[in-house]
């Protein structure tokens, strides 16, 4: 039975045995009233657009059902693959009472938020993609680098910290991006659904030991740690709510190890520094020891850390901890109290946060995004409230009540280009409904009456509308694709992506940054767009997911930077072309040489902002949706103009370079994020990532033009340019394998940047000679890496070389990273950095598996290519390059048949699984052979709906 419900999934059957057994179910229906279901491990509901999971099918719904499929030929888009396997990666957690490690997000793409408990209420902090304070005071930066200066100062030292001045100037910081937390999203308020007051508690914030403990004592708490030397934990107090000129001194009475030393943050409400001690020495024997705060501050928690100096077990023990002023004494409790917290549940088919409740602590609730319309929907049979989420050097919210709607008003100052922006939050209370809306100044002239007005609607509608509307919009997306592994944790790790991504991003809203909601005032690294790697990842997955669209907020954002990009390379580099730096912000105006601020209102960080490869990096995911989701107008007017742009800036860039050996040496540049400038651009010239960038951006450009029949010269100039890069560089190791720049040995990279030509390069595939492959594969297996940023970039190399032992490589990173609400922690060892927040760009941890499953570099199509088993895997509507979506199944180590629907027509080069290969249209009989080409592909021409099932071919001898 499961087989053959299997097979009318992916079409392998005729249409008429097709219709024969739906009938058969029709009957099945009216005699015994059973629901239809299908299975994989367990039977499992079907589950229909825009119906709820398990509905119950009457004998006409079902007759209705069957006439549509006759007349559709039973559209596998109408219902969702592995039902099951997307049930299974629903997320449970034991508790709710941390943000980090057990708060679940929800969101519609656009407006999302954190579900938490907090003082035995459940709190939600509440984001909307498009709330930016893009403010950016340009006044405090020094004046842009030029390629001409950098050559100036290569004189053997670099001064001032890598900043590039003109000869004879001078400039001390901070520069725009240290001076304030903006710009950088801000969220909108807090939720609270309970009426308990909040209370301040120590929550752990940093883990870098293998050994991390707040331990109760008699007199205070102490910390412990134990790992490598230098590594730290944290814990972080809050809320507090003073102020210095009230409590102007912080006493701490402490002792600890000989190993230890200890560190304290007095942060504002936002996460800004108030004030920091620094590294101090732990004496052996107790000490009192007093800091005075700076005046005028508002202090929102405390963060005690504690450090072991050489790896072995070290202790701080604080005793006592008062702030003292004209106020008085402030004491702060050092005992972790045990608060009610609750079970909770996230659904990811119904996008649907349930919380179980517990007897005096959090209420019971079920909250959702609505997919439709941007309010949150909650049941919840408490009161609720509004509370303004704290942010520095902006002011207070104004709150008020129209009509019984309480709503929350803030509005962001602007500057001298940037006009600033309003959003309101309106709370609709109706017993057990809650309704919660966001909207901007982007949306509506007067935000406070539209959020009310939006807020009141939903609190008065047709909640089993609402709610069927909601899952209908879910239920198409998860009917787009599918996949089952034998492997529990790498498939719920796709889904989860899959539905972490959909929370924050969907066409027409504003991308999102570099993390998921917000924990705090003040985002690291301003939750910004970094370049050199973080935000491009965020959407890597989706392409073949067949979520194309879930990137089209990135492709906007860089196509209105295309202005700006070519006025960066006309302004620092005297050339033609786009150049992108490594940090980008919401808001910036396109035009530079129409704003009022100063150096064109642009921040460019004087190293890591100058990486060649960047450029190419940024525009490369543009290219990828065109290749992935054919459209002539998107590749004439994005994806074209895009990579060209960056082919220019390269071909002019080489042409200013030296040549040795008939080659350009590829230079000044710097290797993201490792050695930075160095005496004569000892470690500046010809990186790795600078050279796959270029040799991907010249022949996606020569494709492009060659696509659109125009450009002809610059073809001809990207060839030539083509033949002057320069060989990767390596050393000549046992085995050999590459580095990072010339003339630098291997070191442990923080971006894995001697792998990169393989992957996201493109440019070092299975079809390469022989000998650069197994260069490649020494390289991958050899790498040594921090930890920080390469897990998703190493776990799709691996799979691209067919690297054995990949899956169990994978596995075991997510694992190491996983969070208990399903999120990935950027750091496999604890590092500070996974206190930051829910980073985006580890979603695309889908990646790796569906690179497993199905690649299509070079056009070519390749199943199973690095699923060795012995585990079965079934997948569904992945989508390739060329915009195929392809089906297929490996079971008992055999793949069967591979089914490849046509979305834009083209040709279609697939790799036979088998021997020999034959293909047939569902309605064409029989199949017709074909034959492999020298690397076993085959070769079909398709129109656009075209479906076709490849099996192996039994009949040719």
Same mark, same amino acid.
């Given at each position: 039975?499961?087989?053959?419900?299997?097979?009318?999934?992916?079409?392998?059957?005729?249409?008429?045995?097709?219709?024969?057994?739906?009938?058969?179910?029709?009957?099945?229906?009216?005699?015994?009233?059973?629901?239809?279901?299908?299975?994989?491990?367990?039977?499992?509901?079907?589950?229909?657009?825009?119906?709820?999971?398990?509905?119950?099918?009457?004998?006409?719904?079902?007759?209705?059902?069957?006439?549509?499929?006759?007349?559709?030929?039973?559209?596998?888009?109408?219902?969702?693959?592995?039902?099951?396997?997307?049930?299974?990666?629903?997320?449970?957690?034991?508790?709710?009472?941390?943000?980090?490690?057990?708060?679940?997000?929800?969101?519609?793409?656009?407006?999302?938020?954190?579900?938490?408990?907090?003082?035995?209420?459940?709190?939600?902090?509440?984001?909307?993609?498009?709330?930016?304070?893009?403010?950016?005071?340009?006044?405090?930066?020094?004046?842009?680098?030029?390629?001409?200066?950098?050559?100036?100062?290569?004189?053997?030292?670099?001064?001032?910290?890598?900043?590039?001045?003109?000869?004879?100037?001078?400039?001390?910081?901070?520069?725009?991006?240290?001076?304030?937390?903006?710009?950088?999203?801000?969220?909108?308020?807090?939720?609270?659904?309970?009426?308990?007051?909040?209370?301040?508690?120590?929550?752990?914030?940093?883990?870098?030991?293998?050994?991390?403990?707040?331990?109760?004592?008699?007199?205070?708490?102490?910390?412990?740690?134990?790992?490598?030397?230098?590594?730290?934990?944290?814990?972080?107090?809050?809320?507090?709510?003073?102020?210095?000129?009230?409590?102007?001194?912080?006493?701490?009475?402490?002792?600890?190890?000989?190993?230890?030393?200890?560190?304290?943050?007095?942060?504002?409400?936002?996460?800004?520094?108030?004030?920091?001690?620094?590294?101090?020495?732990?004496?052996?024997?107790?000490?009192?020891?007093?800091?005075? #705060? &700076?005046?005028?501050?508002? @202090?929102? /928690?405390?963060?005690?850390?504690?450090?072991? %100096? +050489?790896?072995? !077990? $070290?202790?701080?023990?604080?005793?006592?901890?008062?702030?003292?002023?004209?106020?008085?004494? #402030? &004491?702060?409790?050092?005992? @972790?109290? /045990?608060?009610?917290?609750?079970?909770?549940? %996230? +659904?990811?088919? !119904? $996008?649907?946060?349930?919380?179980?409740?517990?007897?005096?602590?959090?209420?019971?609730?079920?909250?959702?995004?609505?997919?439709?319309?941007?309010?949150?929907?909650?049941?919840?049979?408490?009161?609720?409230?509004?509370?303004?989420?704290?942010?520095?050097?902006?002011?207070?919210?104004?709150?008020?009540?129209?009509?019984?709607?309480?709503?929350?008003?803030?509005?962001?100052?602007?500057?001298?280009?940037?006009?600033?922006?309003?959003?309101?939050?309106?709370?609709?209370?109706?017993?057990?409904?809650?309704?919660?809306?966001?909207?901007?100044?982007?949306?509506?002239?007067?935000?406070?009456?539209?959020?009310?007005?939006?807020?009141?609607?939903?609190?008065?509608?047709?909640?089993?509308?609402?709610?069927?509307?909601?899952?209908?919009?879910?239920?198409?997306?998860?009917?787009?694709?599918?996949?089952?592994?034998?492997?529990?944790?790498?498939?719920?790790?796709?889904?989860?992506?899959?539905?972490?991504?959909?929370?924050?991003?969907?066409?027409?809203?504003?991308?999102?940054?570099?993390?998921?909601?917000?924990?705090?005032?003040?985002?690291?690294?301003?939750?910004?767009?970094?370049?050199?790697?973080?935000?491009?990842?965020?959407?890597?997955?989706?392409?073949?997911?067949?979520?194309?669209?879930?990137?089209?907020?990135?492709?906007?954002?860089?196509?209105?930077?295309?202005?700006?990009?070519?006025?960066?390379?006309?302004?620092?580099?005297?050339?033609?072309?786009?150049?992108?730096?490594?940090?980008?912000?919401?808001?910036?105006?396109?035009?530079?040489?129409?704003?009022?601020?100063?150096?064109?209102?642009?921040?460019?960080?004087?190293?890591?902002?100058?990486?060649?490869?960047?450029?190419?990096?940024?525009?490369?995911?543009?290219?990828?949706?065109?290749?992935?989701?054919?459209?002539?107008?998107?590749?004439?007017?994005?994806?074209?103009?895009?990579?060209?742009?960056?082919?220019?800036?390269?071909?002019?860039?080489?042409?200013?370079?030296?040549?040795?050996?008939?080659?350009?040496?590829?230079?000044?540049?710097?290797?993201?994020?490792?050695?930075?400038?160095?005496?004569?651009?000892?470690?500046?010239?010809?990186?790795?990532?600078?050279?796959?960038?270029?040799?991907?951006?010249?022949?996606?450009?020569?494709?492009?033009?060659?696509?659109?029949?125009?450009?002809?010269?610059?073809?001809?100039?990207?060839?030539?340019?083509?033949?002057?890069?320069?060989?990767?560089?390596?050393?000549?190791?046992?085995?050999?394998?590459?580095?990072?720049?010339?003339?630098?040995?291997?070191?442990?990279?923080?971006?894995?940047?001697?792998?990169?030509?393989?992957?996201?390069?493109?440019?070092?595939?299975?079809?390469?000679?022989?000998?650069?492959?197994?260069?490649?594969?020494?390289?991958?297996?050899?790498?040594?890496?921090?930890?920080?940023?390469?897990?998703?970039?190493?776990?799709?190399?691996?799979?691209?070389?067919?690297?054995?032992?990949?899956?169990?490589?994978?596995?075991?990173?997510?694992?190491?990273?996983?969070?208990?609400?399903?999120?990935?922690?950027?750091?496999?060892?604890?590092?500070?950095?996974?206190?930051?927040?829910?980073?985006?760009?580890?979603?695309?941890?889908?990646?790796?598996?569906?690179?497993?499953?199905?690649?299509?570099?070079?056009?070519?199509?390749?199943?199973?290519?690095?699923?060795?088993?012995?585990?079965?895997?079934?997948?569904?509507?992945?989508?390739?390059?060329?915009?195929?979506?392809?089906?297929?199944?490996?079971?008992?180590?055999?793949?069967?048949?591979?089914?490849?629907?046509?979305?834009?027509?083209?040709?279609?080069?697939?790799?036979?699984?088998?021997?020999?290969?034959?293909?047939?249209?569902?309605?064409?009989?029989?199949?017709?052979?074909?034959?492999?080409?020298?690397?076993?592909?085959?070769?079909?021409?398709?129109?656009?709906?075209?479906?076709?099932?490849?099996?192996?071919?039994?009949?040719?001898?």
């Amino acid at each position: 039975m499961k087989g053959f419900i299997a097979a009318i999934q992916i079409g392998q059957i005729d249409l008429a045995i097709t219709v024969f057994y739906l009938l058969g179910i029709v009957l099945m229906g009216c005699l015994a009233g059973l629901r239809l279901r299908h299975g994989r491990r367990h039977q499992h509901r079907y589950r229909q657009k825009g119906g709820s999971m398990g509905r119950k099918r009457t004998v006409v719904l079902t007759v209705v059902f069957v006439l549509a499929a006759v007349s559709t030929a039973v559209s596998a888009k109408e219902t969702i693959p592995f039902v099951e396997a997307l049930n299974d990666a629903l997320i449970s957690v034991d508790r709710l009472d941390d943000i980090l490690e057990y708060a679940l997000l929800i969101g519609n793409g656009d407006i999302n938020a954190l579900v938490y408990t907090d003082s035995g209420n459940v709190e939600l902090v509440l984001t909307k993609n498009d709330v930016w304070d893009a403010r950016l005071d340009t006044a405090l930066d020094p004046p842009l680098p030029t390629l001409k200066r950098i050559k100036e100062l290569n004189r053997g030292t670099w001064a001032n910290r890598g900043v590039i001045l003109p000869e004879g100037s001078t400039w001390e910081g901070p520069d725009s991006y240290h001076a304030h937390p903006y710009p950088c999203p801000r969220a909108c308020a807090r939720l609270i659904l309970g009426t308990r007051p909040t209370l301040p508690r120590w929550r752990n914030i940093r883990s870098q030991g293998t050994r991390n403990q707040w331990e109760a004592r008699k007199s205070g708490a102490a910390m412990i740690i134990a790992g490598n030397a230098g590594a730290s934990n944290g814990w972080r107090c809050a809320p507090f709510e003073f102020s210095t000129d009230d409590y102007h001194t912080m006493r701490l009475t402490v002792s600890g190890s000989k190993n230890a030393q200890y560190y304290v943050d007095v942060m504002d409400a936002a996460g800004s520094v108030v004030f920091a001690t620094k590294w101090q020495t732990s004496p052996v024997e107790t000490q009192t020891r007093l800091f005075r #705060l &700076p005046a005028g501050k508002a @202090v929102g /928690s405390v963060i005690l850390y504690t450090m072991t %100096l +050489d790896g072995k !077990r $070290a202790e701080n023990r604080f005793e006592k901890m008062h702030f003292d002023g004209r106020e008085g004494t #402030l &004491p702060v409790n050092l005992h @972790v109290p /045990s608060l009610p917290t609750t079970r909770a549940r %996230l +659904d990811l088919g !119904r $996008a649907m946060a349930q919380i179980d409740g517990a007897s005096g602590g959090p209420p019971r609730a079920v909250i959702r995004a609505l997919a439709q319309r941007n309010t949150f929907l909650i049941e919840a049979d408490v009161a609720a409230r509004l509370e303004q989420f704290h942010t520095t050097d902006t002011p207070d919210a104004v709150s008020g009540q129209a009509h019984g709607i309480r709503w929350l008003h803030q509005t962001i100052p602007g500057d001298l280009d940037w006009p600033g922006m309003e959003f309101a939050v309106a709370l609709a209370d109706v017993g057990e409904r809650k309704a919660v809306t966001i909207v901007t100044s982007l949306e509506s002239d007067d935000v406070v009456a539209a959020a009310v007005t939006e807020a009141r609607a939903v609190a008065q509608a047709n909640a089993t509308w609402l709610i069927r509307d909601h899952e209908a919009v879910w239920s198409e997306f998860w009917s787009a694709s599918g996949l089952e592994v034998d492997d529990e944790l790498m498939e719920q790790t796709w889904y989860r992506g899959l539905y972490f991504l959909r929370c924050v991003s969907k066409p027409g809203v504003v991308a999102p940054g570099l993390f998921a909601s917000l924990t705090t005032g003040s985002p690291a690294w301003h939750g910004d767009y970094h370049t050199n790697y973080n935000i491009q990842q965020t959407f890597w997955h989706c392409y073949a997911a067949n979520h194309p669209e879930l990137a089209e907020p990135y492709d906007r954002l860089i196509r209105s930077y295309f202005p700006r990009a070519r006025w960066l390379a006309r302004t620092i580099f005297d050339m033609g072309g786009a150049f992108y730096p490594h940090v980008l912000f919401a808001y910036e105006p396109p035009d530079p040489s129409k704003v009022k601020s100063p150096v064109g209102r642009q921040y460019i960080h004087h190293v890591w902002g100058l990486t060649l490869g960047v450029s190419g990096f940024t525009v490369q995911p543009l290219w990828w949706h065109y290749k992935y989701e054919p459209d002539r107008y998107f590749l004439e007017h994005t994806a074209y103009p895009a990579v060209r742009d960056v082919a220019v800036f390269y071909a002019d860039f080489i042409d200013q370079c030296a040549h040795q050996d008939g080659r350009a040496v590829l230079a000044p540049s710097v290797s993201p994020e490792h050695w930075g400038w160095t005496g004569d651009f000892e470690r500046n010239r010809n990186c790795t990532f600078d050279i796959a960038m270029a040799r991907y951006m010249f022949n996606v450009a020569i494709e492009g033009a060659m696509t659109l029949q125009r450009d002809a010269e610059l073809v001809t100039r990207f060839r030539r340019a083509l033949t002057l890069l320069p060989d990767y560089p390596s050393v000549q190791a046992e085995p050999p394998v590459v580095v990072d720049v010339e003339g630098a040995p291997p070191i442990n990279y923080n971006i894995v940047v001697p792998t990169t030509p393989v992957f996201p390069g493109d440019v070092v595939t299975w079809q390469s000679p022989a000998g650069q492959r197994e260069l490649f594969r020494h390289t991958i297996e050899s790498i040594q890496w921090n930890g920080n940023n390469s897990m998703v970039m190493l776990g799709v190399a691996r799979a691209r070389l067919d690297v054995p032992g990949t899956l169990d490589w994978m596995r075991e990173e997510v694992r190491a990273r996983l969070r208990p609400n399903g999120t990935l922690t950027l750091n496999r060892l604890g590092h500070h950095f996974n206190s930051f927040g829910h980073y985006t760009e580890q979603f695309a941890a889908s990646m790796v598996l569906s690179e497993l499953l199905i690649q299509s570099v070079n056009d070519v199509i390749r199943v199973f290519p690095a699923w060795t088993g012995p585990g079965d895997a079934r997948f569904r509507r992945l989508r390739t390059q060329g915009g195929f979506l392809v089906s297929s199944s490996f079971v008992d180590g055999k793949i069967d048949s591979v089914e490849v629907e046509s979305t834009a027509g083209g040709p279609l080069r697939l790799v036979s699984p088998w021997p020999k290969i034959a293909v047939r249209s569902p309605a064409e009989m029989p199949s017709r052979p074909l034959a492999p080409d020298a690397w076993g592909a085959v070769e079909v021409s398709t129109r656009p709906g075209d479906r076709l099932i490849f099996k192996p071919d039994l009949k040719t001898r």
